[in-house]
C-alpha cells in the first residue's frame, strides 16, 4: 500500500473513527472496483455494471437537447428560467417529479402522484434517507432477504442499525420465514421495522419472487405490521417472453411499500439518478399529516441538498424521447442481457457437463432474466482464490460472502452476464472450468 503518512502533522486511528470503516463489509465495492482495474484483461463476469457496447455519450447530449426543448415548448419555460432550472441549487425532492411519476404509472403501474417522489443520488442515497428516517429506536430491526446487496447493508452499518438476514429459499424469500424472524425479534424485546428486498431478479442470487409469494409477503408485512423496502433496479431484464410480475408496490393496497427506483441500469449509472416512492401519511404533533417523501426531503436537505439538475434533466430527457416511458429506452439493454444470459448458462452447461459436474459438488441457478447467476463450488470462494482466478486464469468473478451479513456464501461466486464482452463469454466460462479444476486439486 502508497505510503501516505508523511509530512502531515496530525493522524488518526481507524479505531477511533466511526466502527463502521473497520468492517470489511465497507471495503466491498470498492475492493471489486480495485481488482477490476488491477486486471483489465481479465474477462470479467464480476461487477453488475451495464454492457459497456450499450453506452453512447451522444445519448448525453441529445436527452439534455429534448429536456430544455420539453421546458419550452410543453412547460412555456423562458430562457432565463431554463437556465435558472438546470443551473440554480433546486428543489429539494428534485424537478423530474411529474416526469418519473408518469413513466413509472405507464412502466410498472404504481399510480402515486409526484409529490410523494423524491429524485435521489442514485438507489444508494434513496436506502440512506429511508433508513434514516424509519429507523427510530435502537431497538428497531430491519429485516434482509440473505444474501442481500451490499448496498443496503453497507448503509445499514453507516446508521448502526440492527440487520436480521432471513435466508432465501431457491424461489426467494418465504412469508413464514419473514413472519417467524419478525416474532423472534419481538420475542427479544426489540420490533422489526421493514424488510428489505429485491423481488425481480435480486442481486446476488438472481432470483425472482413468483407474484403469489409477492401477495402472501404483502399479508405477512401487513401481520407483523412490517414496512417493506422494494428495490427494483433489475425488473426490466426477463429473459422469457411473458408478462413481467407485478412489483410489491403496485400490489401494495395500505400504503406498507418503500419503493427504491434506480435508473443505473436501464439508463445508465453516471447520471446518478434514482427515487424513491414514499407515500406513507406521516401525522406530525400539531394535527397535520404530510407525505413520508416529505420527511424524507427534510433528511436530503442535510445530505446531498439536491440530486444534479443537469443530471436529472438528462434523465427527464430519455423520459421525454421515449414517450414519457423508460421501458423503451430499455429495450435494447433487455435484449442484450437477454442474450448473454443465455449464452452464460449455455456455456456453463457446455463446460461443467453431466455428471461430473453433480458428482463434485458443483451447480447453479438458472435465473429467468436480470444479470446475475450464483454457482457453488467445492472450494472456499474467497478473495485469494479471486486473486488467483485473476492472475493465473485471467478471469473474474465475485465472492458471495460479502453478501451475507452474518456469515454463509463460502463456497459460492457470483457470475454476471451484463458486462462481459458476447464474443468471450464462451472462452471465460471455459476458464472458469479449468479455474474450478485447479482449486478442486488445491484442496485435496
Ligand atoms: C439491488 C441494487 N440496488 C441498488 C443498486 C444501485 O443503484 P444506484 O446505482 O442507482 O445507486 C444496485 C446496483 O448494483 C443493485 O444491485
Request: aromatic share 6%; with cysteine.
Amino acid at each position: 500500500m502508497q505510503d501516505v503518512s508523511s509530512g502531515t502533522a496530525v493522524s488518526l486511528a481507524l479505531g477511533d473513527l466511526h466502527s463502521s470503516l473497520s468492517d470489511p463489509l465497507l471495503d466491498s465495492m470498492n475492493f471489486l472496483n480495485e481488482i477490476v482495474s488491477r486486471y483489465p484483461q481479465a474477462i470479467s463476469f464480476a461487477p453488475g455494471r451495464p454492457y459497456d457496447g450499450l453506452l453512447d455519450a451522444g445519448d448525453i447530449t441529445e436527452a439534455l437537447e429534448a429536456y430544455t426543448e420539453y421546458l419550452s415548448s410543453e412547460r412555456q419555460f423562458t430562457k432565463e428560467q431554463i437556465a435558472r432550472q438546470l443551473m440554480q441549487y433546486g428543489p429539494t425532492n428534485g424537478i423530474i417529479r411529474d416526469l418519473m411519476a408518469r413513466a413509472v404509472a405507464l412502466d410498472e403501474g404504481i399510480d402515486v402522484p409526484p409529490e410523494a417522489y423524491v429524485i435521489t443520488a442514485g438507489c444508494q442515497e434513496g436506502m440512506l434517507l429511508v433508513l434514516r428516517a424509519l429507523f427510530a429506536d435502537p431497538d428497531d430491526v430491519l429485516l434482509v432477504a440473505s444474501p442481500c446487496y451490499v448496498g443496503i447493508t453497507g448503509a445499514a452499518r453507516l446508521l448502526d442499525l440492527s440487520v436480521q438476514p432471513v435466508i432465501e429459499g431457491a424461489s426467494g424469500i418465504e412469508p413464514a420465514a419473514v413472519i417467524a424472524a419478525a416474532q423472534q425479534i419481538r420475542a427479544e424485546g426489540r420490533r422489526p421495522r421493514a424488510l428489505y428486498l429485491v423481488p425481480d431478479f435480486s442481486n446476488p442470487s438472481g432470483v425472482n419472487l413468483p407474484t403469489a409469494a409477492r401477495h402472501a409477503l404483502l399479508e405477512a408485512a401487513r401481520q407483523e405490521d412490517l414496512l417493506i423496502l422494494e428495490d427494483n433496479p433489475y425488473g426490466f431484464f426477463h429473459s422469457y417472453e411473458g408478462d413481467p410480475r407485478p412489483t410489491m408496490k403496485s400490489l401494495d393496497r395500505d400504503g406498507r411499500v418503500v419503493y427504491l427506483g434506480s435508473t443505473a441500469k436501464t439508463a445508465f449509472p453516471g447520471a446518478r439518478i434514482g427515487y424513491l416512492i414514499a407515500d406513507q401519511p406521516v401525522h406530525r404533533p400539531d394535527g397535520t399529516v404530510g407525505l413520508l417523501a416529505d420527511e424524507l426531503s427534510k433528511i436530503k436537505s442535510m445530505t446531498t441538498v439536491n440530486t444534479s439538475p443537469i443530471a436529472q434533466a438528462v434523465i427527464g430527457g430519455v423520459l421525454v424521447r421515449n414517450g414519457g416511458r423508460l421501458r423503451p429506452a430499455a429495450e435494447a439493454s433487455a435484449r442484450f442481457y437477454h442474450d448473454n444470459m443465455a449464452r452464460l448458462l449455455d456455456a456453463l452447461d457446455r463446460s461443467f457437463p453431466e455428471p461430473e459436474r453433480t458428482a463434485a459438488g458443483i451447480s447453479w441457478n438458472r435465473p429467468e432474466g436480470g444479470f446475475f447467476v450464483v454457482m457453488t463450488v467445492p472450494f472456499v470462494a474467497d478473495i485469494a482464490a479471486l486473486e488467483r482466478a485473476a492472475g493465473r486464469h485471467n478471469l473474474l468473478w465475485t465472492p458471495m460472502s460479502d453478501f451475507y451479513v452474518d456469515g454463509g456464501g463460502t463456497h459460492q461466486l457470483r457470475l454476471s452476464c451484463s458486462a462481459v464482452r458476447p464474443e468471450l463469454v464462451d472462452q471465460g466460462i471455459r476458464s472458469l472450468a479449468e479455474f474450478v479444476a485447479a482449486e478442486r486439486l488445491r484442496s485435496q
